[in-house]
């Protein structure tokens, strides 16, 4: 797939969930982070947006711990976006 | 010119939409042994059903004594009386077994220490027909929504439903007759649009929350089902009808719940007043949620609404000891600090009210099938869930009855399809010549559109006059010039520019094709509302006010009507209440109050 195709794919797994709070934070993130990210972060953000919202929520808030720590700086990232 | 021809698949029935009504049907269907496709925009446990945390309502009487009329009572008061009662009484009756049935295919509900269903009370729950309240939510902790997804799409699998994940169904195919013979639907991942040919189809495409600036809905809900039924020339019924919430994040329309009122958060306006004590002297900011909304929005109408455009107002917890809130309300906490960028220890949160659920939709019977304005059935068509008009909602919908409209109506839409190809085994009926025209000329004109209007920008548009001209509480001139507004919009949706042509996964595209859809919920609700000119359930407008002839501004003389609105014409026809229940008395027209 060319890399528009699959950019366009991830953000459409990222503003079209199941709830409304993690459209707006995984959306922005796209915006403002997602290009900055190393190929490692970026492989764990994609993943992260593969997981359930109900899933994901604790760990941003850190009710979860993350699983390591290239998904704690990407957690970290996504916690601090700015949605406003 | 030789007619452009796209690839057919062919179904005994498909389903549009994986949430809780799509996901309930196609068990009916695939247990049947029926070959159904079931459509989505996402994966099935993705939905925006995920979402609904507070729990499904059913007189299980399982902590105390209840009875299925009771619920029945409340769920007519909920509607203000714009509810079908022989709907309603089919719901509330089935609502035991729908929750069991639930049960066996093993949604984890919460449970007593006897093991059976634990229930809990909720708003406007009452026993003994209004007398006191009663528990009957069923809950699966704060998760309900998302635990019943995940055992319905479970039983699915088990019942091999085949899945179409990330296609979006662009238009309904209807013959000459009216009958509906499937979708044409777009598969993102290839851009491919191919026709869904079955002999039934069952619309369960959500809600469409997103015609407001701000909601409390996921990003999905376009109202996907109701676009593609009003450009096939099915009427929608009761649009006016949305529920709203007070307390959204300004903005964002994240939901702050009633909960933080609850601890003592007080409402501010942009002079720092506790407006409530104008409003509602005894109960203040723990007045209803249609009191709060309205003092909300009467307070910004009349300049003294916080922030540059003076838009909000402030929901204030500064007061309470930070130990309290971190104890108590750590979940609204972290979510103002994530969307409104403020700690609400240091200070006030900016909200507004917020779009929560529309009540409206395709108009069915509790069978599930889809109906005509005459009464008669849309042969081949049924609908479910928030996108349908049963109407079991009426004018404003009582807590936890949507997932158990999606459980019950979800079978029975399932069961009558199962039926109706029983009784009628033929094969499937032929698919007119140009039954993809419409579709293809509609996606052409998007991929050569040259100097047209910006998707994201005219959806703005849209969301911004819902909001101001047609919101939680409704003003004549506002309503009027409205819908003036809205029709000039919707010549830009017609013309909407994308900048990315490419086939593959092309998100302008199907965003442009949800506003297509967008368009027709919103024309529906401003002319449907500028036209009810009484004050019902969630409807509420300033002159209709409470008076000792209309008791809270309802006129039941005139307006005891289902308002269906046409997309041909943008027009309105109405047709009668069903105050005729199925076993049961009348539950007879009072004024409803709490």
Redo the contacts between chains.
Sequence with gaps: MEAGAELNRLRWRCTRRAMLEMDILLGSFLDKHYAGLTPEQAAVFVALADMEDLELWPLITGKRECENSVQAEVVTMLRNVKVK | MSKITIPVRKFDAVIVGAGGAGLRAAIQLSEAGLKTAVLS??FP???????AQGGVSASLGNSEEDHWHWHMYDTVKGSDWLGDQDAIEYMCRKAPEAVVELEHFGMPFDRTDEGKIYQRPFGGHMSNFGEKPVRRACAAAD?TG?AMLHALYQRNVRANTQFFV?WMALDLIRDAEGQVLGVIALE??TGDVVAFHAKATIFATGGAGRIYYS??????NTGDGLGMAARAGIALEDMEFWQFHPTGVA????LITEGVRGEGGILRNSDNERFMERYAPNAKDLASRDVVSRAMVTEINEGRGCGPHKDFVLLDITHLDPATIMKRLP?IR??SI????IDPIKAPIPVVPTCHYQMGGIPTNYHGQAVNPDGSTVKGFYAAGECACASVHGANRLGTNSLLDLLVFGKSSGDSVVEAIKADPKDLKELPADFAERTLARLNRLNTQKGGASVNETRLEMQRTMQKHCGVFRFKDMLVEGVSKICDIEKAVHLTEIG?K?Q????AR?EALELDNLIEVAKSTMVSAEARKESRGAHVRDDAPDTAANPNGRDDEIWLKHSLWHREGNRLSYKPVNLKPLSVETIALKTRAY
């Design positions: 925009k996402v446990t993705r939905s925006h059903t995920v979402a998760r998302h990330e993102m991942e909601s409390t809905n996921a990003f999905i903005g964002a329309g994240v979940g972290e979510i994530q969307f409104a960028g990315d490419s593959t996964w092309n998100t199907v």
